[in-house]
């Protein structure tokens, strides 16, 4: 599967951004869990948001994005987006979407080391 991901920039503090990310290899892989994940400078790569896979819809955020972002399947299941408001610095990191994991959602599953295919990352930098 190739994933690519879109949609970072640079914004500032309070301002929003929309990243996406689209897979390829064939319809079945459009239903499988799909996540985001972002990587500061000297940081470990963390999860940040994750929609469950098949029809199940439940998503998870992590507590330092709820109620700012929200993950979403587009019509074209081969798409999740991801939506960022009241952006704030500590945001700024390179930000990667990634599949063929855990069907679950979780704080538990949510670790970089369960998804197997990963998007090459975008930058968002939040600065004013």
């Known amino acids: 599967v190739q994933l690519q991901a879109f949609g970072g920039g640079s914004v500032q503090p309070g301002g929003y951004l929309r990243l996406a990310c689209t897979t390829s290899?064939?319809?079945?892989?459009?239903?499988?869990?799909r996540a985001w994940f972002r990587q500061a400078p000297g940081k470990e790569r963390e999860g940040v948001s994750c929609?469950?896979?098949?029809?199940?819809?439940?998503?998870w955020h992590a507590d330092s994005v709820k109620g700012r972002f929200t993950i979403s399947r587009g019509n074209a299941k081969n798409t999740v987006y991801l939506q960022m408001n009241s952006l704030e610095p500590e945001d700024t990191a390179v930000y990667y979407c990634a599949t063929d994991g855990p069907s679950q959602c979780g704080i538990m599953t949510m670790q970089p080391h369960w998804f197997s295919s990963w998007g090459q990352g975008t930058q968002v930098t939040v600065s004013s």
């Open positions: 290899g064939g319809p079945r892989r459009n239903y499988n869990t």
């Open positions: 929609i469950n896979g098949g029809d199940d819809g439940r998503v």
